[in-house]
């Protein structure tokens, strides 16, 4: 059972643009939600979280948007750079106990100059 | 602060023969993760160490694959045999271990397996 979809797979922005991922979750007693980034040969590193309690969280050229009723969130790469070329995971968690993360199958993002 | 280390950080290794992943986390964190990570997906949770004792292992082909850690720092995860399918990187992420309120997970470079 996947519980967190994320979509596109694959993505191709140009720089400057504006990059997209979505994620739709079913286990509402997630309420943590993560993005990772991940780099060719290294681990993933924590992007931006947010908590359910609030409907957007922004930080420098980055935003997740987040609608409860709809189990959704997004990420919103603003003005993209080459240097954001990576893949992106959506994760969910509960923020309490043994804090495991479900995450989603990724996106492969590639900024072109 | 010394991020999580792992090694080796690629093996080849035939079907049917054994192999074995270590991690040190960084210092100080209690709970201890291995994640597989097959090409194309994203990471999925093998099992999770609280100090050295198992959280969870409910995705772990405990047929197979085993893991410990001891003295509730380093840990190994062992393949016993290896089959064509567990060619994936494997990760290892560490977290203070705080179970009251999320805590983020930081994770090491994995190790690439391929088997042949």
């Known amino acids: 059972q996947q519980q967190v979809k994320q979509s596109p797979q694959s993505l191709i922005v140009q720089k400057g643009g504006i990059s997209i991922i979505n994620c739709a979750y079913e286990?509402?007693?997630?309420?943590?939600f993560p993005w990772y980034q991940q780099f060719p040969g290294k681990g993933p590193a924590l992007l931006i979280a947010i908590r359910p309690d609030v409907s957007e969280k922004k930080e420098g050229r980055f935003t997740i948007s987040f609608n409860k009723s709809a189990k959704q969130f997004s990420l919103h790469i603003m003005d993209s750079q080459p240097g954001d070329s990576a893949t992106y995971f959506c994760?969910?968690?509960?923020?309490?106990?043994?804090?495991?993360?479900?995450f989603g199958k990724g996106t492969m993002l590639l900024v072109s100059p | 602060e010394a991020g999580v280390a792992q090694s080796p950080r690629y093996k080849i290794i035939e079907k049917r023969q054994s192999v074995a992943f270590w991690c040190n986390p960084i210092?100080?964190?209690?709970?201890l993760y291995w994640y597989q990570q097959i090409l194309g997906q994203g990471p999925k949770l093998l099992i999770q160490f609280q100090n050295n004792g198992v959280v969870d292992d409910s995705q772990l082909p405990k047929d197979r694959f085993s893991a410990e850690r001891l003295k509730g720092v380093d840990s190994t995860l062992k393949i016993q045999p290896a089959k064509l399918e567990d060619s994936a990187v494997y990760l290892c992420?560490?977290?203070?271990?705080?179970?009251?309120?999320?805590?983020?997970?930081?994770f090491g470079p994995g190790t690439r397996l391929t088997v042949l």
């Open positions: 994760a969910a968690s509960m923020s309490s106990g043994y804090s495991t993360l479900t």
């Open positions: 286990n509402t007693a997630f309420d943590y």
């Open positions: 992420a560490s977290s203070l271990g705080d179970t009251f309120s999320y805590n983020e997970q930081f």
């Open positions: 210092s100080g964190h209690a709970t």
